[in-house]
């Protein structure tokens, strides 16, 4: 996955995860508020019946079937009354016959006798008051639960205490307030549906753009990159021939200057080719020890000249062959093995070491050179970074430590910086013997 499309995920991840936050909360919070408004209202009209029947009974002398029919009438309340602690009963019948009814009552008037006594009465008037509570009640199945809201009202009538229950099935209530979450439910989901998708093709509509002048500067570096490495090479074989004519330092200076150019514009190739997912990576059958030997001998003569020693240590026994791209290890080799005799003192020293442990094969390169602070290391790998160290190295551009990683990651491989004991940097590359396909970020 290249830069844009990972850029074009994450923003898309973003927006629609912040959307799907804030919408989620306010609906969870209007229903939190227009659930409690619904149950206050509810409430509000039961405590409005309760004054209503408590002055109807204080006002009667005689309280008719008739009466409490009617306020049995489209099971609105159950109402069961109990005089001097005997029940009334205004229709024998209706009670034998109605099994909930009976039920809910008697569930209601032990939740009342053993629960509900602690609770404060709210006074009606000087002769009346009443305790509230919620009854959570299972059917005759003892599978499902209804919900109740129960009144006790306690009234002292002439020489009669009288005690009427009064419960209230809450059904419709549940049922409205489960219809309400299923139509924000459905709402929501397609308002989500609906924010991911737009969100997916407006932060694509916004990096367009982006990814435009992109392809258009990756065209311009791959252009201007083949169409240099001709005359490049043409300088250089003109240089070559003239120095073994005659040793002319311009012509030296040209073939360096060459040179320089040169790897510039094959890291440039390399990093475009990381960009666009198309690292040609060319899995066989290496023999690593050999590889590393290799180029250890490719800079024998560069650390020299700089009268640095270059030690290697290979294992005494056959190694297995690793599978990794030859030419691409050779190519991370030669950028670690031309930091460590650039940034090495005179005197210095290099250890290019070789390890099998664990299926997997560990490339060390210590040097005793400048070393890398702490804070820097975690950078080192970052296109264009160079450490203030470096910054006047005209033969170091930032780019090879990050071609490094790159390759390396392609071989599923990683890359670890430590300090060398004494003083100095390590570089320690792990490969493992895993399936390489094409590079792909």
Request: aromatic share 10%.
């Amino acid at each position: 996955m290249n830069t844009i499309k990972k850029a074009h995920f994450q923003l898309t991840l973003l927006n629609g995860c912040i959307t799907t936050l804030i919408l989620v909360v306010m609906t969870l919070g209007y229903l939190f508020i227009s659930e409690n408004n619904m149950m206050k209202n509810k409430m509000y009209s039961y405590q409005s019946d309760i004054y209503t029947i408590t002055s109807y009974i204080e006002q009667q002398d005689i309280i008719s079937n008739t009466w409490l029919s009617q306020l049995e009438s489209g099971k609105k309340y159950y109402v069961s009354l109990i005089d001097n602690s005997t029940e009334f009963l205004y229709d024998i019948n209706k009670v034998q016959e109605n099994k909930e009814r009976k039920h809910v009552l008697e569930q209601a008037w032990y939740y009342y006798q053993n629960e509900s006594l602690s609770q404060i009465p709210h006074v009606l008037s000087y002769k009346s008051s009443y305790v509230s509570f919620i009854l959570k009640c299972k059917d005759s199945t003892n599978i499902t639960f209804s919900k109740y809201c129960c009144f006790v009202i306690h009234m002292k009538k002439n020489t009669s205490n009288l005690k009427i229950l009064l419960a209230a099935p809450l059904e419709n209530l549940q049922n409205q307030i489960v219809r309400q979450r299923f139509l924000f439910l459905g709402i929501i989901t397609f308002a989500l549906i609906a924010i991911w998708i737009f969100a997916w093709i407006f932060t694509g509509k916004l990096l367009t753009p982006v990814e435009t002048n992109r392809l258009r500067q990756n065209q311009f570096i791959a252009s201007a990159s083949h169409e240099l490495r001709t005359p490049l090479a043409i300088i250089l074989s003109c240089a070559e021939i003239g120095i073994d004519k005659n040793s002319c330092s311009e012509l030296v200076t040209i073939k360096n200057e060459a040179l320089r150019t040169s790897r510039l514009l094959n890291d440039m190739l390399t990093l475009l080719s990381c960009d666009t997912g198309h690292l040609d990576i060319k899995p066989i059958s290496t023999q690593l020890d050999t590889l590393v030997l290799n180029a250890c001998e490719s800079f024998e003569n560069m650390a020299t000249a700089k009268h640095i020693k270059l030690n290697i240590h290979l294992p005494e026994s056959t190694l297995p062959d690793c599978i990794c791209d030859s030419d691409r290890i050779i190519q991370v080799l030669t950028i670690f093995l031309h930091n460590a005799i650039s940034y090495t003192p005179e005197g210095g020293s290099i250890c290019l070491s070789l390890v099998h442990l664990n299926k997997c094969f560990e490339i060390k390169i210590s040097d005793t050179g400048i070393g890398i602070s702490d804070e820097e290391k975690g950078k080192i790998f970052d296109r264009f970074y160079r450490s203030n160290k470096a910054r006047n190295d005209k033969n170091h551009f930032g780019l090879g430590l990050s071609i490094a990683y790159d390759i390396i990651t392609a071989h599923y491989g990683n890359i670890k910086v430590t300090d060398t004991p004494g003083g100095g940097t390590t570089f320690i590359i792990t490969l493992c013997n895993q399936p390489i396909s094409k590079f792909t970020f």
